[in-house]
């Protein structure tokens, strides 16, 4: 009895043995499955590039863009690199994969990245104050100056707005401390950290936060600590800094009245870390690998460490919800965070005059793609979605009709709008005062000077003692006036004056366009402006 108790103890120990075999086998297994599902996915590449040619060439030619490059990465790999089209329109110079584009925005993931090597060297942190590295810096409200963070800057949390973008500029022939100074008279669009407000002027903030804590610009902290590290030897931040024998740079255009023309390169160097950036496909796809793989890491180098870049991609603020890339979207440190049927996408677009970029990343995938345009499209939506639904293996979706047709229909929508506003016009009604009386200075505290003058029996308007920026005015009914930027790429826009109580010129009153409806139809009428009411003085 004794040894058949003995015989059943060692049975059941052997069972208990096996069983906690088997658990630890199960358990083993589940937790490889767990972490193999965080690694990034190594899949083949199946773009098949001949098609892609095509598809890219039919429709740069039904979308009227001039010239285009795209470079696609997958695997730590270039695995496309071409241009298409030409340089300048007319000249048949064609696009390759090392012209020079404006890359516009997609300069602020750069501009992060730089702050963040200093984060790395411990010179500052993401949340200190503004203020503590340039006490200078104030805003129109004291209690936000004192708090507004690093963070802030570069996510888009301040709630100042935009005072210059790919369609307007704001004293270009001022200094960035210049600038920072009249930020003291810019009106909050909405109050300090509730949402997110686009800013252009934030980021030349914290590019100018880089430049006092380095002690280099921002521009020498860019070609010294991050373009010549990743061997982005053509990469630069200014028109100004083009080579004069360089002829491998692209022209921008834009669609003015029904037509694509060749427009005026301009410079965006009063708020460089914003937009300033020109560079090519294949250097831009150095840029991808960066970001891709061990992010911060290029060549087996590492250049900024895991912590931060972590930071960089992390979402910060709820942004927007619901448009062609996912179903709610979030902004990182520079980055647009969203996803791409189911899968976490890394994403930014630019646009300046005449230029357009679309860079998108999928982490986990190890997929980069960057597209340049020197013209303003939508077809760099349409051509990003056609690459990534390739690589990821996705059923074949005609992104080109759908967009092409949306695009249509906003076009209509802004032609109509347009042309309501131009039917308003009052016919045969003549300026309350002779021209003369309209001439003098004006003032506004945060837009300055403007001058507006008499020549030729005509009215003009100059802003900020800056012959670049001059409106011909031309009268419309009573005391408006359809004022036509002598840059055309700039458009036209309504201005009126208004009479004070003694029967002589008070105020001008110009309306801003933030962001217009739709570029080629005008930049008139628009949801999104600022009427400022400049003082006579």
Known sequence: MTETLRKCNRLTHFLSVLRFRDLLRTSIFGLILILTSQLPIHAQSTLNTDALREYIETHRQQWDIPGMAVAVVQNDRVIFAEGFGEKKLGEGIPVDEHTLFGIASTSKAMTATAMGMLVDEGLLHWDDPVIKHLPEFQLSDPWVTQHVTIRDLLRHS???GRLTGNRIEFMPNRTRREVMHYLRYHEFEQPFRSGSVYSNVMYMVAGEVIAEVSGMSWDEFM???LF?????????????????????IAWPHQEIDGE???IPRRNFDNVGASASVNSSVLELSRWLRFNLGEPGVLNGVRYVS????????????????????????????????????????????????????????????????VIVTNNFNRFMSVLANHILDELLGEPATDWNERIWQANQRQMQAAVRAKEAVDAARIPDTQPTLNLEAY??????????????YLEDGQLHIRFWNDDTQVLTLEHWHYDTFKASWIN???REK????????DGEIELLNVTWTLRPRMLQAGIYPADYTRLTRFVKQ
């Open 228 to 248: 010549g590290p990743l061997n982005m030897n053509r990469t630069n931040t200014s028109i100004t800094q083009f080579d004069a024998n360089d002829e491998n």
């Open 306 to 369: 895991e912590g931060t870049m972590r930071e960089i991609h992390h979402p910060q603020l709820a942004n927007r919800m619901g448009d062609v890339y996912g179903p709610i979207n979030t902004y990182a440190l520079g980055w647009d965070v969203t996803d791409y049927k189911g899968r976490r996408m890394l994403r930014h677009g630019g646009a300046t005059d005449g230029m357009n970029t679309n860079l998108v990343i999928l982490p986990n995938e190890q997929i980069g793609l």
């Open 158 to 160: 301040v709630g100042v």
């Open 488 to 490: 055309p790429a700039k």
């Open 494 to 501: 309504l201005v009126y004056f208004t009479l004070g109580a």
């Open 260 to 262: 694509v023309v060749l």
């Open 439 to 452: 001439t003098g200075t004006y003032h506004d505290p945060l837009y300055d000077t403007a001058e507006v």
């Open 223 to 225: 070609a010294t600590r």
